[in-house]
């Protein structure tokens, strides 16, 4: 059995969707983020520096893994299974390279930029423009990559397109309601997206904690 600890963030849906995909029984345990419950101790001990999602697989080799951050429970509940991440070759490679794309870059980015652009209450025209700028420049990344495949990662579903895909939802929505009148221009990256809310396992995932 696994232990998610989790939120109704993108982050925290990169985790509940893998879980969904690779259909290991797990608990849910929601860590609300308005009542600071990620600084409670016990929480601060399997996730030290307070962010979720986190996890806690009571049957690894050993007893009981904590694993913490998004990116990391994503190679773990790959390797643990078989399932998403290529043993070997190119499409490893790329799955690890574009996770931690995401990772490094359009989650932080995306994350500045909606602070900024939708809930700051200062708004800061300099700042909007500067993570939104670079946003949009990730997402042009990313748009070139699917023109040419149809996962991320390259022929194959990975956790690479699990990584990105609520961190590009979430943002473009913000995008929509924060600058309605600028074009993100990127069909191919809607067309990854509407093939990735497809899945049963995303939709599901995308449904936890249910609060």
Do not use: C
Request: hydrophobic residues 45%; proline residues 8%.
């Amino acid at each position: 059995m696994i232990d998610l600890y989790t939120w109704t963030t993108p982050n925290g849906r990169k985790a509940s969707i893998m879980l969904e995909e690779v259909g290991l029984p797990y608990r849910v345990h929601p860590v609300d983020l308005s009542k600071d419950q990620q600084f409670e101790p016990n929480f601060l001990a399997i996730s030290p520096n307070n962010k979720i999602p986190a996890i806690v697989d009571h049957d690894a080799p050993g007893g009981p893994q904590a694993i913490f951050e998004s990116g990391a429970i994503l190679v773990y509940l790959a390797e643990k299974t078989g399932r998403f991440l290529a043993p070997e070759g190119s499409e490893r490679w790329a799955a690890l390279e574009w996770t931690f794309w995401q990772v490094g870059g359009l989650g932080p980015m995306a994350g500045q930029y909606g602070y900024f652009a939708m809930r700051a209450e200062e708004k800061i025209p300099a700042a909007i423009q500067r993570f939104g700028g670079e946003v949009a420049r990730l997402l042009g990344v990313l748009d070139r990559r699917l023109n040419d495949h149809p996962w991320i990662a390259g022929e194959h579903y990975s956790i690479a397109d699990i990584a990105s895909y609520s961190w590009t939802k979430a943002v473009l929505a913000a995008m929509g309601r924060a600058e309605p009148d600028r074009d993100a221009g990127v069909p191919a990256v809607e067309n990854w997206l509407m093939a990735m809310e497809a899945r049963p396992a995303v939709q599901q995932g995308m449904a936890v904690p249910k609060v």
